[in-house]
């Protein structure tokens, strides 16, 4: 079983940067890829990046491709996701979500969730 617990959400201009932090639980972390979704009010929740158990291999919806980037430290059981050049339309929720399996992009998929952060992007 993994507990996740997403941090560093906050307001920043249009331009700015944030990085997000996804702690985890569990002795088996390194065994989970992870992925970042994000949920703007009034819409689904959208897959952002996904990163394997190792960290070697990463993908990016083509909506944050070249902003975002995702990072994970298994000895600190933790996932980064850094966000430069933020615009008003990245405004969402951001969960982090554990997997057996890397890439998966469907909500329905994830066993494992957090409780999400606020990133708000002003104009």
């Known amino acids: 079983q993994v507990q996740l617990v997403e941090s560093g959400g906050g307001l920043v201009q249009a331009g700015g940067s944030l990085r997000l932090s996804c702690a985890a639980s569990g002795r088996t972390f390194s065994n989970y890829a992870i992925s970042w979704f994000r949920q703007a009010p009034g819409k689904e929740r959208e897959f952002v990046a996904a990163?394997?158990?190792?960290?070697?291999?990463?993908v990016y919806d083509d909506s944050v491709k070249g902003r975002f980037t995702i990072s994970r430290d298994n000895a600190k059981n933790a996932v980064f996701l850094q966000m430069n050049s933020l615009n008003p339309e990245d405004s969402s929720v951001y969960f982090c979500?554990?997997?057996?399996?890397?890439?998966?992009?469907?909500?329905?998929?994830?066993?494992?969730w957090g409780q999400g952060t606020q990133v708000t992007v002003s104009s």
């Open positions: 979500a554990a997997s057996s399996y890397f890439n998966r992009r469907s909500v329905s998929e994830y066993r494992y």
């Open positions: 990163i394997t158990g190792s960290g070697l291999g990463k």
